[in-house]
């Protein structure tokens, strides 16, 4: 019988900065939740890398934006948690319809998820995901509440509050077998990243009790600039999830920046909590 880490296999050591790590990297269980605002498509447009990356429209003449956090449990490359701010793409020559690649996700052709800043609390994963991918992350801490209820995550830098994610648990039950793609900077060149994943989720349409509260924080900032909806429009969170991480691939030369935000040199805090707790005070 073949199986979904079948293919993860002969594996390619590499290392970057403080990192040596095995690729594909493997991801065996994990608490993922996300939610989407609508978004400012011109202020989207403004940060683009690329003139072939193009928003995913909603109608209203709105734009997407996420949020998407992670309690990494069991890795080939060990426990971290990570939160990635996104903005739904579609790679062409000429923007896609409206809504379709909304609906469709990565079954669209050329769909993905921009990563704007991806804050993780290992310095293993900081240095593997800039060095190996070009993706933005630096190092913050975070503190994830995971309750029957509800899934929270409290993201700070030392003592300055970033975001405060709270998801609830509700909504349809989906399976889910598309990949997850990114796209990415790397040393001026457009990375794309198929990430084949497997699992299944609950999906909320205009969800209650859901929100993401912003601190004072240049990544704050990034988000805000986006000019949001007031309310998410969708939530969804994993029941079970497995993934590989492949290495990315070049599609464009010699495209604009994404530097993301830089942080400090070292290891961040990463706590989890399963009793109904307050995550926005981390200790």
């Known amino acids: 019988m073949s199986t979904f880490f079948a293919s993860a296999r002969p594996t390619t050591t590499v290392t970057h900065g403080q990192a040596t790590f095995d690729l594909p990297v493997l991801y065996f269980r994990d608490d993922a939740f996300i939610v989407f605002y609508?978004?400012?498509?011109?202020?989207?447009?403004?940060?683009?890398?690329?003139?072939?990356?193009?928003?995913?429209?909603?109608?209203?003449?709105?734009?997407?934006?996420?949020?998407?956090?992670?309690?990494?449990?069991?890795?080939?490359?060990?426990?971290?948690?990570?939160?990635?701010?996104?903005?739904?793409?579609?790679?062409?020559?000429?923007?896609?319809?409206?809504?379709?690649?909304?609906?469709?996700?990565?079954?669209?052709?050329?769909?993905?998820a921009l990563v704007l800043h991806l804050p993780v609390t290992k310095t293993i994963a900081r240095d593997a995901g800039r060095g190996e991918w070009g993706y933005t992350k630096f190092i913050a801490d975070m503190h994830f509440s995971i309750t029957p209820e509800y899934m929270e995550c409290c993201m700070m830098e030392g003592n300055r509050h970033i975001l405060t994610m709270h998801v609830s648990r509700r909504g349809i039950a989906l399976r889910d077998r598309k990949p997850l793609v990114t796209y990415s900077v790397l040393n001026g060149n457009l990375i794309k990243t198929v990430i084949p994943q497997t699992g299944a989720y609950r999906q909320s349409i205009t969800p209650q009790d859901t929100h993401v509260d912003f601190g004072d924080h240049p990544v704050a900032d990034t988000f805000r600039g986006l000019q949001p909806g007031w309310r998410p429009i969708l939530s969804r969170y994993y029941l079970e999830r497995n993934a590989i991480l492949p290495s990315g691939k070049i599609i464009e030369e010699n495209v604009r920046p994404l530097d993301g935000y830089p942080g400090d040199n070292r290891e961040g805090r990463h706590r989890v909590s399963y009793l109904e707790t307050d995550a926005s005070r981390p200790a």
């Open 38 to 112: 609508t978004a400012d498509p011109e202020k989207i447009r403004e940060i683009l890398p690329s003139d072939h990356l193009h928003p995913v429209l909603l109608p209203g003449k709105r734009a997407m934006a996420g949020i998407a956090a992670f309690n990494y449990i069991d890795t080939s490359i060990g426990p971290y948690g990570e939160i990635g701010m996104i903005v739904p793409v579609v790679y062409g020559p000429k923007p896609p319809p409206v809504l379709w690649p909304a609906v469709m996700e990565s079954r669209y052709p050329g769909f993905g």
